[in-house]
């Protein structure tokens, strides 16, 4: 029903001529036959990998993929735009309005629509002002998600998210309002959310505020700075005894971009998916080879923190820390391309959302933390007569992982094997391997080799094979004594993916 809607929309704007609509943009049909895991048959790991066959998912990707996009890579989607840009009745003042869905679907063949940030937006230049010089003002009806702080997705922050991942559901709109100059930019904004106030057991109404700017100093360097306030509702534990207990974050980021021939932008996630002339940038458009030396090199970092329960006192909160930073380098020179990423996120940034872990609290006293850091070195050249690019990745992570500050695990009288200290590898969010008993992580190391071919304009045949050494793979399993305990799995995984994909 709601897509038979969403074409009627469609159908009754183009009808009528006064907006350009029904556009299918940014459009991707992935058909994909992978095997995560060609060492393992089915119920040998954890999470489980069946032998090969016809679709892929999160499984298939390694810890330096989709640094920049939420997305795995292998989803069949697509993003729907109404949009329309109209003059004012007022000297300088243009009105613009983009309705945008997500159109995603399921391994079960089923679709999902969901706000993409709609928004309204009012756009006004002073006279004497540039052509794209003004103030705006945009209002998201239901979704700011793509309003955020922090520049590469994978370190950002700001989102729904922000206001823990419970407030999702009913929707956190927001607005923003920014200036825009030549070579400066400043905006500030506001997003409200709904959470259960488990004092009152009703819903009630929590803020968060943003705030940023940018400049560039020179036509090579852009300097960009943002921060933002979030209340995140009450420690849900200590409000069932009585005792109100808010949960506020606040943080900053800010990075430093010197860029030569190649355009400094954002992730695509956070732009305004619209069929504006003024941004004619695609989510998948490919790659443009026009010769010579172009050169991206970032640097930035956050550092956030929020109140959550001391586990050691009793109805007192304290603030936790959380820092991560993120390089990412990227030339071109002429068929060549060559890139090296690294990131550290501190394991409460990781759970910045959640928030904590476990959930509200902050970590006991004596726990041993360990970030997550990572470097990714990957080259490919392009062989324009073939329209073939082959490449290859490689890199190495050490986890982030938490070890317990007790080391008696089993209660009274416990198994030897239940004595000493215990590890936990927490691989993302919640996403957790616990190691046996007095075992520490190990660093992670992967390498992967690739090809793309473009068949036509809009289809490519794209194929990777990769190996990973993983030591800290863990399941469960009874013991002689009948309690379950992790055990290792097989540390060494081969795996393929190959897709055809359509671009349109």
Request: hydrophobic letters at 40%.
């Amino acid at each position: 029903m709601q897509t038979l809607k969403l074409a009627a929309l469609a159908a009754l704007a183009l009808g009528n001529g006064t907006a350009v609509a029904g556009d299918f943009i940014d459009t991707r049909l992935s058909f994909v036959f992978a095997d995560d895991n060609v060492l393992a048959k089915a119920g040998e790991t954890t999470p489980n990998s069946p032998n090969a066959g016809f679709g892929a998912g999160p499984q298939n990707n390694q810890f330096y993929d989709n640094f920049n996009t939420k997305f795995s890579g292998f989803e069949t989607l697509s993003n729907v735009v109404l949009y329309k840009q109209m003059p004012a009745y007022f000297e300088g003042l243009t009105t613009e309005a983009a309705f945008t869905i997500l159109v995603l679907e399921s391994p079960s063949g089923g679709v999902s629509l969901k706000d993409n940030s709609s928004y309204i937006k009012l756009n006004y230049r002073p006279a004497g002002w540039g052509e794209k010089e003004n103030i705006s003002l945009t209002g998201f009806p239901v979704s700011a998600d793509r309003f955020r702080l922090g520049y590469a997705y994978r370190i950002s922050w700001g989102g729904s998210g922000v206001f823990t991942t419970k407030a999702t559901a009913d929707g956190v709109p927001g607005m923003k309002l920014q200036v825009s100059r030549d070579r400066w930019y400043a905006y500030a904004g506001a997003k409200t959310a709904l959470l259960l106030n488990d004092l009152i057991l009703e819903k009630d109404r929590y803020y968060g505020f943003m705030a940023g700017a940018g400049i560039d100093p020179t036509s090579s360097i852009r300097i960009e700075a943002g921060g933002g306030y979030f209340q995140k509702g009450l420690v849900p534990g200590l409000a069932n005894q009585g005792i109100e207990a808010p949960v506020n974050a606040a943080g900053g980021s800010a990075e430093i971009v010197y860029h030569r021939g190649v355009p400094v932008g954002t992730s695509v996630d956070f732009k305004l998916y619209k069929n504006d002339p003024d941004m004619p940038q695609k989510f998948f458009t490919p790659e443009v080879y026009p010769g010579g030396l172009s050169a991206t090199v970032s640097l930035e970092g956050s550092y956030l923190v929020q109140t959550l329960e001391d586990p050691d006192v009793f109805a007192r909160t304290v603030p936790q820390g959380a820092t991560a930073i993120a390089l990412q380098a990227r030339a071109k020179l002429d068929y060549l391309r060559v890139n090296v990423l690294g990131e550290y996120r501190s394991l409460s940034f990781i759970q910045f959302e959640v928030p904590g872990l476990p959930p509200y609290k902050d970590f006991p006293a004596g726990t041993v933390l360990q970030p997550e850091m990572f470097v990714a070195l990957g080259a490919d050249y392009n062989l324009p007569r073939l329209h073939l690019t082959p490449g290859v990745i490689v890199g190495i992570q050490q986890p982030a992982t938490f070890t317990s500050p007790t080391s008696q695990l089993g209660g009274i009288n416990p198994p030897s094997s239940l004595i000493g200290q215990r590890t936990v590898v927490v691989r993302d969010v919640n996403l957790l391997s616990i190691l046996p008993t007095n075992y520490a992580a190990v660093p992670i190391l992967s390498a992967k080799a690739t090809f793309r071919w473009d068949m036509s304009e809009g289809i490519a045949a794209v194929g990777e094979i990769y190996y990973t050494r993983d030591a800290n793979r863990t399941t469960f399993k009874d013991s002689v004594t009948g309690v379950a305990e992790p055990v290792f799995e097989k540390e060494h995984q081969i795996g393929f993916n190959t897709m055809i994909q359509a671009r349109f």
